[in-house]
């Protein structure tokens, strides 16, 4: 038997995928204690009663949001993985950032959760927690960072970790700097790929920008 996170993603067009697509927006705005599920309900048109009928109290719901974009940033990353896959290491950086950060704008509830997740407690125990690590090693393996008996040391860990937090602050605090910028979205969205271009790619390759053949935004 398909438990409810199984059969929305089975079927997007369902009533379970419709809420789950709703809390995870209302999740990544609110997080897990300002969001509620009368707004949730709201947000999807229905009443609270079918909410908690499809996926049961506030905490269930909170966890299968995390499960989802778990997955989804999963799959994102064994994406980009295949698109870099043999290329020269500041091109395998420069291309991933781009693609990272494309997916992450266009899906800013999972850098807001992320980012939230650090600094709330839930009483809930989430495997999201445990699987950033694990996400730490699938990068750093596809950058070519790891040691010659394949494992990947902590320090790496910590550095690849450190290259997506820092994705994750500037989407999680977009409106913030856009206004203490005085930018718009599209510039914001530039600057952002650059600067940590202009500080990753010399920090892992060795490299400069302004030695690589173009961007791929």
Not at 161 to 186: K, T
């Amino acid at each position: 038997m398909k438990n409810p996170l199984e059969t929305a993603r089975k079927d997007p067009e369902s009533m379970k995928a419709r809420i789950l697509a709703k809390a995870r927006t209302v999740f990544g705005d609110y997080g897990f204690h300002g969001a509620t599920m009368r707004i949730i309900a709201q947000e999807v048109g229905i009443d609270v009663s079918t909410l908690y009928y499809h996926w049961g109290d506030k905490g269930d719901l909170y966890e299968a949001v995390i499960l989802d974009i778990t997955e989804d940033l999963r799959q994102e990353l064994a994406r980009v993985e295949k698109v870099i896959k043999g290329r020269p290491l500041a091109q395998r950086i420069e291309i991933a950032l781009d693609m990272m950060t494309n997916y992450l704008f266009d899906h800013p509830e999972v850098s807001n959760l992320n980012v939230m997740r650090f600094f709330a407690k839930t009483r809930h125990e989430m495997t999201w927690d445990a699987r950033i690590p694990v996400f730490a090693v699938d990068i750093a393996r596809s950058m070519g960072m790891q040691q010659a008996d394949g494992s990947v040391s902590t320090d790496t860990k910590m550095e690849v970790m450190a290259i997506m937090m820092a994705i994750h602050n500037f989407i999680a605090g977009e409106d913030f700097f856009r206004s203490m910028l005085a930018m718009d979205r599209p510039a914001y969205v530039t600057s952002v790929k650059r600067t940590l271009k202009f500080l990753m790619i010399p920090a892992f390759a060795g490299v400069g920008l302004e030695s690589q053949p173009g961007t791929h935004s």
